[in-house]
């Protein structure tokens, strides 16, 4: 049960180009959504986040999109650079009350990876 | 800057010994989890821990696994009794609060089961 999707297993940008990276989720309950980078034998690394009562989050050459009512997340990375040649997560929560607190366990998708070229 | 530390960084062991992996959070942050990604598959959750007890467990996260904050800045998981199918990444994060805030990864433990 897959609920946190990414289709794209591998895609291939060329420097100084958008790269447009793709989530799709099922469970209608998230509420929180992020996109990790990964490096090889490095853990994931938070890039941005986005609420769901937002549908867009900037932060430099990053832009996280969120069209709810298709479950559907998207990465911008514009411009791309060599160094941004890595694995992303998208990962989603949503709040879960629990005796004594609340939390929020990160699903993770199974992640693409980008690949810059110069 | 603050960062999550895990030991060690490359595990070998027989099947059917115990291992435990350790990790040092970062030191405000309450909530505590391990994830672990088998070569070539996705990140996949075990087990979060809060205020001194299990928050939530997937259905990875069976008999064969436990976890402890033995003295209140290591977080450790303990696997009994390994199988092949446990090689993989393991990852430990942490973070401030519950949904909301990102939460930090540590570089992550390989476990070999021979």
């Known amino acids: 049960d897959q609920q946190v999707k990414q289709n794209s297993p591998s895609l291939s940008v060329q420097e100084g180009r958008i790269s447009i990276l793709n989530c799709d989720y099922t469970?209608?309950?998230?509420?929180?959504f992020l996109w990790y980078k990964k490096y090889p034998a490095e853990g994931p690394t938070f890039l941005i986040s986005i609420s769901s009562i937002k549908d867009k989050n900037e932060d430099g050459r990053f832009t996280v999109f969120l069209n709810k009512s298709a479950k559907h997340l998207s990465l911008h990375i514009v411009p791309s650079q060599p160094g941004d040649s890595a694995v992303y997560f998208c990962?989603?929560?949503?709040?879960?009350?629990?005796?004594?607190?609340?939390?929020?366990?990160?699903?993770f998708g199974k992640g693409t990876k980008l690949s810059v070229k110069p | 800057e603050p960062e999550v530390t895990q030991t060690p960084s490359h595990q070998v062991t027989q099947m059917g010994q115990e291992v435990i992996l350790r990790c040092v959070p970062i030191?405000?942050?309450?909530?505590f989890y391990w994830y672990r990604q088998i070569l070539g598959q996705k990140v996949e959750f075990l087990v979060s821990?809060?205020?001194?007890?299990?928050?939530?467990k997937s259905e990875i996260f069976d008999d064969q696994f436990s976890v402890e904050r033995p003295d209140g800045s290591n977080f450790t998981l303990k696997i009994r009794s390994t199988k092949l199918e446990d090689s993989a990444m393991y990852f430990c994060?942490?973070?401030?609060?519950?949904?909301?805030?990102?939460?930090?990864f540590g570089q992550g433990t390989r476990l070999t089961v021979v």
């Open positions: 994060a942490s973070s401030s609060s519950m949904v909301g805030t990102e939460a930090f």
């Open positions: 030191s405000n942050h309450l909530y």
């Open positions: 469970n209608s309950m998230f509420d929180y």
């Open positions: 821990f809060y205020n001194n007890e299990i928050s939530e």
């Open positions: 990962a989603a929560s949503y709040l879960q009350m629990n005796y004594g607190g609340s939390q929020g366990n990160l699903i």
